[in-house]
């Protein structure tokens, strides 16, 4: 029980860390493996994503370890309630699939399908596979703690990520904002320098405006600009 606590301490303290997210899922099972005497697994790992950061309805294929990492950018997407790992997403339940009845990332062991879940947010399913043909209490529950330490350091990714984004878009449109364009044009400055490069810039505006946000209101203007920028996407 003392290894499995200092798993889950490695785990809590991974999930601090500054890494980003991709870097993160594939630190998670690189740590989960090298437990895999401690806690009996195999040395094979599968995590799975929640589409649109845990609001979407598929499985995206996050990080593995022990399989061919160019799966990463070709597997399908899983919808939930297809597959044995879509139907763990629907029902958010543990379950342990027999080798011969597994869908994705087949392996000589039995797969344990566990989702990763915070405050009833389910943020993916994590695949780990047993070195032993049942799965103990002890286990169950030492990846029961996982998952929840795990879904805390997605989740807490995914806030950075928006407050990254916020910093730097325009709320509105969504577009870079100000503070971005002047970041961009200096590193494109520098490196024209450089290179001894030159360049344009363009500067788009909108005729009369003022007179249609004035005449029209600000919703309208809003929309103005939204269908403005949309279309320079």
């Not at 649109?52 to 990080?63: D, T």
């Not at 529950?141 to 795990?150: C, H, I, M």
Request: charged letters at 25%; aromatic letters at 8%; glycine letters at 6%.
């Amino acid at each position: 029980q003392a290894l499995e606590e200092q798993a889950l301490a490695a785990l809590a303290a991974l999930s601090m860390e500054k890494l980003d997210l991709h870097n993160y899922l594939e630190e998670v099972v690189n740590l989960l493996i090298r437990q895999r005497q401690t806690v009996k697994l195999k040395q094979n790992g599968v995590l799975w994503l929640t589409s649109e950061k845990g609001v979407g309805q598929l499985l995206q294929l996050a990080a593995v370890y022990g399989f061919d990492k160019a799966l990463l950018a070709s597997h399908p997407d899983i919808p939930f309630g297809d597959d044995n790992e879509g139907r763990v997403a629907k029902t958010r339940e543990l379950e342990v699939v027999a080798s011969e009845e597994a869908t994705h990332f087949i392996n000589d062991g039995q797969q344990v399908l566990v989702p990763i879940a915070r405050s009833n947010h389910l943020v993916g399913i994590l695949t780990l596979y047993l070195d032993d043909d049942a799965l103990p209490w002890k286990l169950r529950n030492f990846l029961a703690r996982v998952s929840d330490v795990v879904g805390l350091g997605v989740l807490h990714r995914y806030a950075e990520e928006e407050i990254a984004y916020q910093a730097y878009h325009d709320s509105l449109t969504g577009l870079p904002n100000r503070q971005l364009f002047i970041d961009r044009l200096r590193q494109e400055v520098a490196i024209a320098r450089r290179r001894q490069w030159r360049g344009v810039i363009f500067f788009f505006d909108l005729d009369n405006f003022k007179t249609l946000n004035d005449a029209l209101g600000h919703s309208i203007g809003d929309r103005l600009l939204v269908d403005v920028a949309q279309r320079l996407r």
